[in-house]
């Protein structure tokens, strides 16, 4: 499958972007399990103030897993581990973040994400997720502008939820 890696980003960029939301990026040996991955390798995990990955873990599942954990309500997020939880509303928001997020990562980027959720599997109703982007996406905006992690440009605060 076509998407991008952890291995073709730049690794301090994405450190950069974890450690501004209070997370630590944990690499994991190609070929081993990949700790509190909910689905299993090589989709990223989370637990505490650590995200895991390895070198072929998709930019896309470390992004819904970083966004995940701004998203969450800080009393679930003390007890973090594999299962970030939280409601429909909140799982959209998640996937909103993770495109915001993108552009902030050279050699991904918000085109490029949306066109890997496509090839990963995500389904949307409107039929890909560029089009749910631009169309029921904006009530995840709404979310995510509520809770202050974006501003009114739709840009990413670096804020975690409160």
Not at 21 to 48: H, K, N, Q, R
Not at 101 to 124: H, I, M, V
Not at 135 to 145: E, F, K, S
Request: aromatic fraction near 8%.
């Amino acid at each position: 499958m076509n998407v991008v890696e952890l291995r073709d980003l730049t690794l301090p960029a994405v450190e950069d972007l974890l450690s501004a939301y209070g997370l630590e990026l944990i690499i994991v040996t190609l070929g081993t399990d990949i700790p509190a991955s909910y689905w299993g390798a090589p989709e990223a995990g989370i637990a505490g103030q650590c995200l895991f990955a390895r070198a072929d873990t998709p930019a896309h599942s470390l992004l819904h897993e970083l966004s995940h954990y701004v998203c969450m309500a800080p009393e679930r997020r003390a007890g973090l581990w594999r299962d970030a939880g939280g409601d429909d509303e909140e799982e959209c928001a998640v996937c909103y973040l993770q495109v915001l997020l993108a552009d902030r990562l050279p050699g991904l980027g918000r085109t490029r994400l949306l066109e890997d959720l496509d090839n990963w599997g995500y389904s949307f109703r409107e039929g890909s997720a560029a089009a749910w982007f631009q169309g029921d996406g904006i009530a995840a905006r709404d979310w995510l502008a509520d809770k202050r992690l974006i501003d009114a440009e739709a840009k990413p605060t670096l804020r975690l939820r409160m």
